[in-house]
């Protein structure tokens, strides 16, 4: 099994829905990120999180909502979904225990705003 | 201010042959990592290898090597004998200070590998 999972893998919405995208990670890793990617960019930054208890804003936050529900579990919404934010979705983890802090992916949520 | 620059969209190698994928960046901080990742066609971003700046020495991961000159702030991936499966997207990212909020990525490499 994954060590990192996101659902749904693929998600149509219209303008203006709330959705959620969810992540789930077996590592038991404290740190969870998460990224968006626009076609032909890199990553950037949503949102991340230490532990339960710490939320922290990342690049580009507007329009989007997280929680942290569990160690394992760390969830992304978007209030009012509008189509620029039709993007493939990642969730990260690390151990932040390590001097690499190497982060690890989830396999992503491709998302279609109409 | 661009922190990671990645300045070749892509590029298009013979197969057997190896590949150099370019990366500076920039940061005024001492304590800084270095990653490659790799996304293929299914979109999922599969991590690579990882340089510290304190290394003394180039990393290295089976096919996979980092050309790290701290001076230069260049942090290129070599990948020695290339395959048809190494065709994808390369992203250089960093994390620098404390490391805990994120990487930085390039906007990436397009590797196509030709028989």
């Known amino acids: 099994d994954a060590d990192v999972t996101q659902t749904p893998r693929n998600r149509i919405t219209k303008t203006g829905k709330r959705i959620m995208l969810e992540c789930s990670q077996t590592?038991?890793?404290?740190?969870m990120y998460w990224y968006r990617q626009d076609p032909g960019l890199g990553l950037q930054l949503i949102y991340y999180?230490?532990?339960?208890?710490?939320?922290n804003k990342g690049e580009i936050s507007d329009g989007y909502s997280v929680s942290r529900q569990a160690q394992a579990k760390f969830s992304l919404s978007l209030e009012s979904a509008i189509p620029n934010q039709t993007a493939l979705y990642f969730c990260?983890?690390?151990?932040?225990?390590?001097?690499?802090?190497?982060?690890?992916f989830g396999p992503g949520t491709r998302l279609l705003v109409l | 201010a661009q922190k990671i620059t990645q300045t070749q969209p892509g590029m298009f190698v013979q197969e057997k042959e190896a590949v150099t994928l370019d990366c500076t960046y920039d940061?005024?901080?001492?304590?800084?990592?270095l990653f490659w990742y790799k996304q293929p066609s299914s979109g999922e971003m599969i991590f690579l290898i990882y340089?510290?700046?304190?290394?003394?020495q180039n990393a290295t991961e089976g096919r996979y090597s980092l050309n790290f000159q701290k001076a230069r702030k260049s942090a290129n991936l070599v990948i020695s004998a290339s395959q048809l499966g190494d065709s994808a997207m390369y992203f250089c990212?960093?994390?620098?200070?404390?490391?805990?909020?994120?990487?930085?990525f390039g906007k990436g490499t397009h590797l196509i590998i030709q028989p």
């Open positions: 940061t005024s901080d001492q304590s800084y990592g």
């Open positions: 990212a960093m994390r620098d200070g404390g490391g805990a909020d994120g990487l930085t």
């Open positions: 590592k038991g890793h404290d740190r």
């Open positions: 340089q510290g700046s304190y290394d003394e």
């Open positions: 990260a983890t690390s151990d932040g225990d390590g001097s690499t802090e190497t982060q690890y």
């Open positions: 999180s230490f532990d339960v208890k710490d939320i």
